[in-house]
């Protein structure tokens, strides 16, 4: 960067005069090419002054053109960034990475863009692009100089060393990909299901992690009918938290015992039996399911136990086996002195026993009554900060990275652990890039399987060809990603990333 100046800024294309000034003393920056953030020479102004100044200055400028500047005009939409591209001062990568960036709204979110910037990303695919073209090469050789020359060798046997390659470079690529995958999850923000039965106290919690009034509270069954969704930052992470509808038994004649007697509810209208679809169809969507119950007066009102509605249970626990990310709430320990006790003796126990694979971190007791006091607020008597504190802890665990284990007959030995850290950042339309090359790395493996099965009959059926095309579409899929492919598939890469 060359000395910043302050000068004098005037109407162009006119005598300068004391009316023809625009800014009489604007800060003025010349960044020499190829040094810039767009490899081109680039002037920056500092104008004083309020929106007409600015005005003024921008309306000016179109007006300065010369032989040697040419036609100056406004950016389009990822401009720089484009011009940045071609100038090698970005890649494709790292331009996703900016675009993430400037969205994040959360830690997590700038943490993962930041991963991006590096531009370990776009090494990691060109390592793996010309690892695929080597290997296309060797085969290559038997197609171009199997006739010409004598191979003491069959071609099958010639391509195992490569098919081993392959098998462990797919490994090393599907870890990549299900860590993307992962990676989604921070930026996109993690969906959380609140599932329980009426008047548990779903909404109620829902208010205290939110910090608001966000849902209606109510003793009446029936209250939350369809699905209420809130953006809310927990501790960095970008969650989605819905309170649906409380899901109960839909028989019109059901009579339910809850709080200190035995009353008839109003039997589940067609709205809410809609509701309560609804409600199970998003829970088994979601990527943390929090599994609400709570602690209710006997009939005489004398003792408390544990509501737990079977209706429930079986929509968690069917959760649970397939995603292992439910966690319990129990709700109104207030109610109870020795609430810590039973929570650990009887009510964690009973809720492992009914929900499988839960495991007693995963249970949690809070209080969601609304006057709390500021010391008990600060000493998290109502369980709330334990609770947040935990969903982070299982956010992490989702999360965190994947690391290469054995693939077949060959272990992968894992790389630095930085690598697969970046990886977290690769976005949507790298992760489906990542499952076209996949795709054909099975086909490939699948061609030499097959011919390595035929050994003992012919040693001559590999389609070395079919096999080299295969390789060769695998690498241009990683190209692609960067940037580096064919022509077209390139400008129809940067269509899609710069028009964001």
């Known amino acids: 960067m060359s000395r910043p100046a302050v000068r004098t800024l005037h109407e162009p294309s006119v005598p300068p005069t004391a009316d023809t000034i625009l800014d009489s003393a604007a800060l003025v920056l010349y960044f020499p090419a190829p040094n810039t953030v767009t490899g081109e020479e680039v002037l920056e102004l500092h104008v004083h002054g309020g929106s007409a100044t600015i005005k003024a200055v921008l309306a000016a400028i179109p007006r300065c053109t010369t032989s040697a500047t040419g036609r100056i005009h406004y950016a389009e939409p990822g401009e720089f960034t484009r011009r940045a591209f071609f100038h090698n001062r970005l890649d494709v ?24 910037t590096s531009g370990a990303l776009a090494r990691q695919y060109e390592a793996w692009r010309h690892q695929l073209l080597q ?17 003491d060798e069959t071609p099958t046997s010639l391509t195992s060393s490569v098919a081993m390659q392959v098998q462990a470079l797919a490994a090393q690529i599907e870890t990549f990909r299900a860590n993307a995958m992962r990676g989604e999850l921070r930026r996109n923000g993690l969906s959380i299901s609140l599932l329980g ?6 909404s109620s919690l829902l208010n205290r992690i ?9 003793t009446e069954a029936g209250t939350t009918r369809d699905v209420i969704e809130i953006g809310v930052d927990i501790d960095g992470w970008y969650c989605r938290l819905a309170d649906m509808a409380g899901i109960r038994r839909t028989l019109a004649k059901d009579r339910i015992e809850e709080l200190a007697g035995s009353r008839e509810i109003a039997p589940v209208g067609l ?29 005489d009102g004398q003792a408390f136990h544990l509501r737990v509605d079977a209706d429930v249970l079986e929509a968690a626990a069917k959760i649970n086996r397939r995603t292992g990310n439910v966690v319990a709430v129990v709700n109104k320990l207030d109610r109870v002195d020795d609430a810590s006790t039973r929570m650990s003796k009887e009510w964690a126990p009973a809720l492992m026993a009914s929900v499988a694979h839960l495991s007693r971190k995963s249970i949690f007791g809070v209080s969601c009554k609304a006057n709390v006091g500021p010391s008990e607020a600060r000493a998290d008597a ?3 900060q334990t609770l947040l504190a935990g969903l982070v802890e299982k956010f992490q665990e ?37 499952d076209e090359c996949l795709a054909h790395l099975q086909t490939f493996s699948t061609i030499t399987r097959a011919s390595s099965d035929q050994l003992g ?25 960067t940037g580096k492919g064919e022509a077209g598939d390139v400008e129809a890469v940067l269509g899609v990333v710069f028009e964001k």
Not at 93 to 108: H, K, V, W
């Open 93 to 116: 990568t790292q331009i996703e990475a900016l675009g993430d960036s400037l969205a994040a709204e959360t830690e997590q979110q700038r943490r993962l863009s930041v991963r991006g």
């Open 135 to 151: 290997a296309r090469g060797e085969l290559e050789a038997l197609i171009d100089f199997s006739e010409d020359q004598h191979f």
């Open 197 to 202: 039965a009426p008047n548990v106290g779903k």
């Open 210 to 218: 939110v910090g608001r009034e966000a849902a209606i509270v109510s």
């Open 271 to 299: 709205v809410e039996h809609e509701g309560i679809q609804r409600a199970k169809e998003r829970a088994a969507e979601s990527d943390v399911v929090i599994l609400m119950c709570s602690v209710e007066p006997d009939l």
């Open 382 to 384: 109502r369980g709330i």
């Open 398 to 434: 989702m999360t965190d990275p994947l690391l290469p284990t054995a693939s077949g007959d060959q272990a992968v030995v894992p790389t630095d652990r930085s690598m697969w850290e970046a990886s977290l950042g690769a976005t949507e339309r790298q992760r489906l890039l990542l």
């Open 457 to 481: 009959h012919s040693n001559d059926d590999l389609d070395v060809v079919v096999a080299a095309e295969s390789l060769r579409a695998a690498a241009s899929s990683l190209g692609k990603i």
